[in-house]
């Protein structure tokens, strides 16, 4: 069965700092690979998703991950964060054979300080 | 830019009793989905819905359990006895159902928080 982890369970940074969430997945085959952002009070969206092709995606609002096949790993990044960025974020995981549910990891909070 | 609604957003209930949650996924999408997350633990698939039938669902779908599409618009998710471990945030989604597998992106409504007292 698939598996996805998030290790950072709460991250808090200052405005400017860059930012890094991981993400690390258990499934052998191929994935599609998705990370979602839920700001307070609001519904889970989509900031980005990988299916193919460059490994580097990049998403909205200056998001973006990495796929490292080797590694099972597809971390987030943002070079400098806002504090509008303060949100609940969520790796999740689908394997490429006809499946569409999704495997989410268990979230990170991101608390950005002005 | 069309959403995923759910109602109601809160919804208590005694232990025992029937609920049903509603969705009204956006438009033009074929595949619908529920999701639900216990307080403090993961966001966790469901079901998913397909041409009026349930095309996956997870070993939680059990009997008690149903999905419907009564009509043109809403997706609905009917608990037939609700337990105290039921309570959660239920989370509806919807894609368009392009592409192959799960490369299609779902998008989810804001969720109904489930009390079960």
């Known amino acids: 069965a698939q598996s996805v982890s998030q290790h950072n369970h709460h991250v808090i940074l200052s405005e400017a700092a860059s930012l890094e969430l991981g993400c690390n997945y258990s499934?052998?085959?191929?994935?599609?690979l998705f990370w979602y952002v839920q700001y307070p009070g609001q519904h889970l969206q989509l900031l980005l998703k990988y299916f193919s092709g460059d490994p580097l995606v990049k998403g909205i609002k200056g998001f973006e991950a990495e796929f490292i096949k080797s590694k099972f790993s597809f971390n987030l990044r943002k070079p400098s964060v806002q504090w509008s960025d303060t949100a609940e974020y969520f790796c999740?995981?689908?394997?490429?054979?006809?499946?569409?549910?999704?495997?989410f990891g268990s979230g990170t909070r991101l608390q950005v300080q002005p | 830019e069309p959403e995923v609604t759910q109602t109601p957003s809160h919804q208590v209930t005694q232990m025992g009793q029937e609920v049903i949650l509603r969705c009204v996924p956006i438009s033009n999408h074929l595949y619908f989905y529920w999701y639900r997350q216990i307080l403090g633990q993961k966001v966790e698939f469901l079901v998913s819905?397909?041409?009026?039938?349930?095309?996956?669902k997870s070993e939680i779908f059990d009997d008690q359990f149903s999905v419907e599409r009564p009509d043109g618009s809403n997706f609905t998710l009917k608990i037939r006895s609700t337990k105290l471990e039921d309570s959660a945030m239920y989370f509806c989604?919807?894609?368009?159902?392009?592409?192959?597998?799960?490369?299609?992106?779902?998008?989810f409504g804001p969720g109904t928080r489930l009390t079960v007292l």
């Open positions: 999740a995981v689908n394997a490429l054979t006809g499946r569409r549910a999704l495997t």
């Open positions: 819905f397909y041409n009026n039938e349930i095309s996956e």
């Open positions: 989604a919807s894609s368009e159902g392009v592409g192959e597998g799960g490369t299609d992106t779902q998008y």
């Open positions: 499934y052998g085959g191929t994935v599609n």
